[in-house]
């Protein structure tokens, strides 16, 4: 069954500024919760979240994912996915996370760069598995095809999968069965689709823009349908996620305590296959 993780982007003011006490209350609320796994990158905040992660995190048996390949300095964006910046990049996670191992690595968002992931990155990935340095590998996308092909042609232990098996989009159905398929476990992400199944009201965004009228339209009836059943949208969305079998966990990010907990106590609520079934079927 799958289980509940912590993404941090938010813990790096990736979406807004959030003050240090901040961001440790909410990884101290979500251990104390029984939160057991915590994604994080460099690329947030430019190291940022994995600092705060480090500093707060209590000893435990928790998972840790950090992400090589993407970097932010500088106020720009940057990608390498040769196998130096792969070491280099464990080693300066390492650091600021406070670890001599990590649990899990993915290559993250190499779109444009896909043989470079595939020919370089990853055989690096692999040496650092072999090494011990990283338990599992993986890669970490917004889209579900390159997902696939690496599925397919590497030795791929994790994908994760962001805003792309939601309530709303579907399309990654493909790749989550495919990797039921393999053994490859999954862990999706923006299963709220920005927040849009959360709160579906004029203005909302839809994967990191506005949301179109008929898109808003779809989110507000799935809304109601589950409202008129006695059920928030958010849980659905949540339940909808965790209830393929490839899936192992399902991350959701936050910002404070107080959503920390409004999300475990959607994603504890049970829902039920049928009222899932209405609402991406109507």
């Known amino acids: 069954m799958a289980d509940l993780g912590l993404g941090t982007a938010g813990l790096g003011n990736v979406f807004g500024e959030v003050g240090d006490e901040a961001a440790a209350e909410v990884v101290t609320a979500a251990a104390a919760a ?6 994080t990158a460099p690329y947030y905040g430019s190291g940022l979240a994995e600092r ?27 990608f390498d996915f040769s196998a130096d910046a792969v070491r280099r990049g464990i080693e300066g996670s390492l650091g600021r996370l406070g670890l001599d191992r990590v649990d899990l690595v993915y290559l ?22 072999d090494e011990g340095v990283v338990s599992a590998i ?6 579900w095809e390159m997902p696939a092909r690496f599925v397919e ?15 709303l989009d579907r399309s990654g159905e493909r790749l989550l ?3 039921g398929e393999r053994g490859v476990g999954v862990v999706l992400g923006g ?17 990191y823009a506005p ?28 339940a909808f996620a965790a209830a393929h079998p490839a899936v192992t966990s399902v991350l959701a990010g936050v910002t404070s305590a107080a959503q920390l907990r409004a999300n475990l106590a959607a994603f504890r609520r049970e829902v039920p296959p049928d009222l899932l079934h209405r609402l991406v079927s109507g």
């Open 138 to 143: 993986g890669v970490g996308m917004n889209q």
């Open 52 to 78: 705060r992660l480090g500093r707060a995190l209590p000893p435990g048996p928790f998972a840790v994912s950090t992400k090589v390949g993407r970097t932010l300095a500088g106020g720009g964006c940057f």
């Open 191 to 207: 299963v709220f689709n920005s927040g849009l199944l959360i709160d579906p009201r004029p203005g909302a965004w839809f994967d």
């Open 34 to 39: 029984g939160v057991r796994y915590f994604d």
């Open 108 to 129: 993250h968002d190499p779109d444009d760069h896909e043989e470079e992931a595939a020919t370089a990155a990853w055989p690096e990935l692999c040496r650092l598995r």
């Open 177 to 179: 069965d495919l990797c």
């Open 153 to 167: 042609r590497l030795d791929v232990d994790v994908v994760l999968l962001a805003g792309r098996y939601t309530l």
């Open 211 to 238: 949301a179109a009228p008929e898109v808003l339209a779809r989110a507000r009836r799935m809304r109601d349908v589950a409202a008129e059943a006695g059920y928030d949208l958010a849980a659905c969305a949540l």
